[in-house]
DNA sequence: CTAGGATCTAGAGTCGGCTCTAGGTCAACC
DNA sequence: GGTTGACCTAGAGCCGACTCTAGATCCTAG
């Protein structure tokens, strides 16, 4: 047993979510930390692993495109306590259909994508191929 | 045969393609069309099918979070004519791979929002069937 | 002939989400 | 005890992508 409960610094907390400290503290003054940042005598941040956890989380609504105000309510009803289950779900299954209509535009980009791809590719076989074609066609 | 090569007025290529009026001239200013629109003699723009379809084009790529310079780019290699499907190629698997990466991002956070919702649901569960189970735990 | 609505241009404004700056504190090492 | 580097706050700045405004023009219907 080593580093069980380890205390992080702001740098190594940024390290750790993939965030920079500059955002690490942005989002904490938009409110999107479930508990308050503990502070060393010295007035520094400390963070825990809960605090990386939850931020985490916030690090994946915000990939998939949840608004920084969305993430703070859901914040704030978490901060709040057991009790309001309801309307975390609501806000949670919200947001899963507009994820899952985005995955929906992306599997249609994709399927653009591979068309045209598939479209130059055919040209460049094209191409690549004819130093005998020509000729092979008198044959 | 009747609607035979329509001509389009602005408002009805918003229409079509789900854009503003508004976006659809700042598209045109930022080189986004793949061919210079033509204009009446009162100077009104006429779109004409070929038009949506390639601002269709850049409409789903913007949706899969393609920035507007990278479509440019890609409209100006089309707009240059054939001979360039390598670049355009490259340009595309470019943006395939950002596509893919954002559908598993998409994928961990619906797993996410997938998992936090059935602990609620759990919760909910809890709290709505007892009005029997302290009782049963009894006999 | 005029009133209304769609369109035009150039340019300003907005919004979300960071990102950075200035000016200061603090801890540690040489 | 001086220097370096991480950290602090408050607030300004930036960037992408729209979005809107003002003031003019043009077409259509009444």
Not at 113 to 124: P, Q, R, S, T
Request: with cysteine; net charge negative.
């Amino acid at each position: 047993m080593s580093d069980v409960a380890p205390r992080l610094s702001i740098g190594e907390a940024a390290e750790r979510t993939g965030l920079s400290v500059h955002t690490l503290r942005f989002y904490e003054r938009e409110g999107l930390l479930a508990s308050p940042i503990q502070r060393d005598p010295g007035g520094r941040r400390v963070y825990h692993q809960d605090d990386v956890d939850w931020i985490t989380v916030c690090v994946i609504l915000r990939a998939s495109g949840m608004p920084l105000p969305a993430i703070r309510r859901y914040t704030e009803l978490v901060r709040a306590g057991g009790g309001n289950e309801t309307e975390r779900l609501v806000l949670l299954r919200e947001h899963r259909e507009r994820v899952v209509d985005q995955m929906d535009q992306l599997r249609k980009c994709l399927d653009l994508i591979n068309f045209k791809a598939g479209m130059y590719e055919d040209v460049l076989d094209q191409l690549a191929v004819p130093p005998a074609t020509s000729a092979d066609a008198d044959r």
